[in-house]
Nanobody
Framework: QMNLVESGGGLVQAGGSLRLSCAAS????????MGWFRQAPGKEREFVAG????????KYADSVKGRFTISRDNTKDTQYLQMNSLKPEDTAIYYC???????????????WGQGTQVTVSS
């Protein structure tokens, strides 16, 4: 079992920034791709960003390209999501996830965090 704990969510005004963190434990962090998903009220959970096990490859949803940056620190077993130029439509619960090593596609997440709320006011 891999435990994932998110932090860094909160309330921010449109145009502002937040940095989410996800601390992992229980499994060798460097063996897994990592990613972020989000779920807004009344909507399905959607992919936001993914990063390969080495950090060499990243993937983004079109809706966040150019505004969000995913990164990881394998020495700290932690991944991050830097979110800039936030919009009200970014409001959602953000979930950290891990998947088998690949290129960061996150097509089959294996482990999930509990989620952290991000609210962007207009």
């Amino acid at each position: 079992q891999m435990n994932l704990v998110e932090s860094g969510g909160g309330l921010v005004q449109a145009g502002g920034s937040l940095r989410l963190s996800c601390a992992a434990s229980g499994r060798p962090f460097g063996n897994y791709d990592m990613g972020w998903f989000r779920q807004a009220p009344g909507k399905e959970r959607e992919f936001v960003a993914g990063i390969s096990w080495s950090g060499a490859t990243t993937k983004y949803a079109d809706s966040v390209k150019g505004r969000f940056t995913i990164s990881r620190d394998n020495t700290k077993d932690t991944q991050y999501l830097q979110m800039n130029s936030l919009k009200p439509e970014d409001t959602a619960i953000y979930y950290c996830a891990s998947a088998a090593a690949g290129q960061g596609e996150m097509t089959r997440p294996r482990y999930w965090g509990q989620g952290t709320q991000v609210t962007v006011s207009s």
